[in-house]
């Protein structure tokens, strides 16, 4: 039987060479490949050749994470329950010094290495350190165990003392190795913990690299919101701060009221959509672990999460981030249902309930995993569950126990959700025509001008108007779109409905220039948007149907100044060759008080705009010369109360409409007398 071929190319039958056989001679490249050409790093060595792969780079952004791999250190000293205080204090010559009143670094001499002692070995080793098992740390800032030896090994020079028993310690290393040996320092009383000072190496991150102190104190600062009670103290030579602002010579940092203190803080001044935050901490409750978050809704929409594990930032999110979110949407979905509007909800994902969320977030776990050296990304499974179980029941709480921001907050949710789905039907909408030439609306009689400058479209009610507005207008910049009775009203109605109307996707056609943040100005076809209805109940409630649809819809065409109300007149009056026209009932007194003097006037009301003939309806409501007209325009100094007197007028809930009536009923009575 034919042997098979191996991967070499010989038999599989083939016997393999020995170890010790001599290569054939004058194989190309082998012979100058030998165990000689085998190099072996020992030490930290390898962080020297390679940095980018402990700490990301060499950067300006892997420079600061030095000093981020020190103050994790102190403050799992801190989050242990063994350390009150935390300072930093930068100095010149590019010195930093962080200082914790923890249990100091252990100082004896290590079991597997008798000839160290435990401090040489953390600094001098890679994954060495106190928090690989679960007795040192319940929860620490990560189990790499490279981290103040990744800083020892990219310094120029590393003090590291310790305080413990009574007894201070001192030893000095350069770019990883020990520069001296430990020295007893004597007695000292009233001192404990860890005090490192460290300068970067300027071989590594360049000569001009320089740890800068607005970044410094502002990762300080973080430390200190992060966990509620410690104290940190900072400290910075006037030197160096020539040319920053907001960084001041000392300052020491302790808010009780950790993340909830810091979002207050970082929001300060911004318009909220919710007036209190939702904010809280959670401790597990089998075994070590603790959730801490700090919740709120900006006006402007302008949303961030902050997210950090084991006191450790995670720019990049992860698993606790996840939790979050999930633990949000079910908890406003569970709100939905409660006050019925389950239906208005169902398209709502958890992008839209974050959209204008500023979040913080603050997990503690045992043995967290990252994705990355640096640990920009928590990848631990439990964390997810952990966040969700711990955020869930109190989100239900806060909703319930704040009515009124709880449906602020549901009402713009929907809103984001609608707003995506519009912009999807839109985009497939373009998508699909994008070859096609524009059709317009067929009951749309438009201007012959093609530029938007000095167009006009006005809207009108019905067919009988519209005909009179046609022979009444100038066809070079005035165009006609007469629609049929009342509109949907948008402020009740969900997406579904919206989209199937076929009136306002008509109105969007003419228009051109899409719906809320796929609003486009350049596209907008005309520069004016006149609502021409009756002077009477129901042209005003047309028009207040209009007026919801483009505040609800395309709030930038009335930002921009486009959107007008029209102003035809409810009376003919006639007295011999005189012929004036009244708005209004008020009006009509006036003029015949002031014009005719009480003669003998005849009135004529009208019914509607169809009555009117088309140079009457030119000369009082469509002539730029001589007619009067609204322009609509957003309160922007208080945006909250008009969008909430628009849902309480316009919305869903009657209840509310019932109390304005209810409320303004004796001015009702009035203008009716």
């Not at 170890?19 to 012979?31: F, Q, R, S, V």
């Not at 999807?424 to 070859?435: C, M, P, V, Y």
Request: with cysteine; hydrophobic share 40%.
């Amino acid at each position: 039987m034919a042997s098979k071929p191996d991967l070499f190319g010989g038999a599989a039958a083939r016997k393999p060479a020995k170890a010790t056989a001599p290569l054939p001679k004058g194989t190309p490249g082998e012979a100058g490949y030998t165990a000689a050409d085998i190099e072996v790093l020992e030490g930290l060595e390898p962080v020297r050749r390679r940095p980018g792969m402990y700490i990301g780079g060499t950067d300006e952004k892997a420079l600061h994470h030095l000093f981020a791999e020190v103050i994790d250190n102190a403050m799992d000293e801190a989050v242990a329950g063994h350390a009150t205080f935390i300072a930093v204090e930068m100095e010149p010559g590019g010195y930093l010094t962080v200082t914790d009143n923890g249990r100091g670094i252990p100082v004896d001499p290590h079991p597997k290495f008798p000839d160290k002692s435990a401090l040489e070995v953390i600094l001098t080793t890679l994954h060495s350190g106190g928090k690989f098992g679960s007795k040192a740390y319940s929860t620490s800032g990560g189990l790499h165990g490279v981290g103040v030896s990744v800083v020892n090994a990219l310094s120029e020079v590393l003090e590291v003392e310790v305080a413990r028993g009574q007894r201070l310690y001192r030893q000095t290393f350069s770019r990883g190795a020990p520069a001296t040996e430990l020295e007893d320092a004597g007695t000292v009383h009233n001192r404990r913990g860890t005090r490192v000072r460290f300068k970067p190496d300027a071989l590594i991150f360049g000569v001009g690299a320089h740890l800068k102190p607005q970044r410094i104190f502002t990762m300080t600062r973080a430390k200190a919101y992060l966990f509620a009670g410690i104290e940190v103290r900072w400290q910075c030579a006037p030197e160096l701060l020539a040319g920053v602002d907001n960084v001041p010579e000392k300052e020491t940092f302790k808010f009780p009221g950790g993340l909830k203190d810091y979002l207050a803080a970082t929001v300060e001044g911004r318009p909220m959509l919710t007036s209190d935050f939702f904010a809280g901490k959670v401790e597990a409750d089998n075994g070590p672990g603790a959730v801490e978050w700090a919740i709120g809704w900006a006006e402007d929409g302008d949303a961030f999460t902050h997210s950090y594990c084991n006191t450790i930032p995670t720019p990049d999110g992860g698993t606790h981030e996840n939790g979050l979110r999930a633990a949000l949407l079910r908890g406003l979905r569970s709100y939905a249902d409660l006050t019925n509007q389950g239906k208005r909800f169902k398209d709502v994902v958890a992008d839209d309930v974050t959209a204008g969320c500023v979040s913080l977030l603050s997990v503690f776990i045992r043995e967290p995993e990252f994705q990355g050296q640096t640990k920009e990304r928590l990848s631990s499974s439990e964390a997810t569950r952990l966040v969700e179980t711990a955020i869930r029941d109190p989100f239900d709480h806060w909703l319930a126990n704040s009515p009124t921001q709880a449906r602020r907050l549901l009402d713009r949710v929907i809103e984001r959700a609608e707003d995506r789905m519009r912009r999807r039907a839109e985009k497939e909408t373009l998508r699909k025509t994008a070859t096609r030439k524009l059709r317009l609306p067929g009951k749309l009689a438009d201007c012959t001008q093609d530029t938007a400058a000095g167009a006009e479209l006005f809207i009108v009610e019905g067919d009988s108007a519209g005909g009179s507005a046609k022979q009444a207008r100038a066809r070079q910049n005035q165009a006609i779109l007469p629609l049929r009775g009342k509109i949907l009203n948008v402020a009740n109605a969900g997406v579904d409905k919206l989209a199937q109307n076929q009136q306002l996707a008509d109105l969007l056609l003419a228009l051109g220039c899409g719906t809320k943040s796929s609003y486009r100005e350049e596209d907008l076809r005309y520069e004016k948007i006149v609502i021409m209805t009756d002077a009477d109940v129901d042209g005003a409630h047309i028009a207040s149907l209009l007026v919801t649809y483009f505040y609800r819809e395309i709030p930038g065409l009335i930002r921009g100044g486009h959107l007008y109300l029209a102003v035809p007149p409810l009376y003919r009056m006639t007295h011999g060759a005189t012929t004036v026209y009244a708005r209004d009932d008020a009006e009509r007194e006036k003029l015949l008080a002031t014009t005719f003097k009480n003669k003998k006037v005849d009135i004529g009301r009208f019914k509607g705009l169809g009555e009117m003939m088309p140079q009457q309806l030119r000369e009082t409501t469509m002539d730029p010369k001589k007619r009067t007209m609204l322009r609509v325009e957003i309160a922007e100094d208080d945006e909250i109360e008009t969008r909430d007197t628009v849902e309480r007028l316009m919305g869903s809930k009657a209840e509310a409409r019932f109390r304005f009536i209810q409320e303004h009923a004796p001015f009702a009575g009035e203008l009716d007398v």
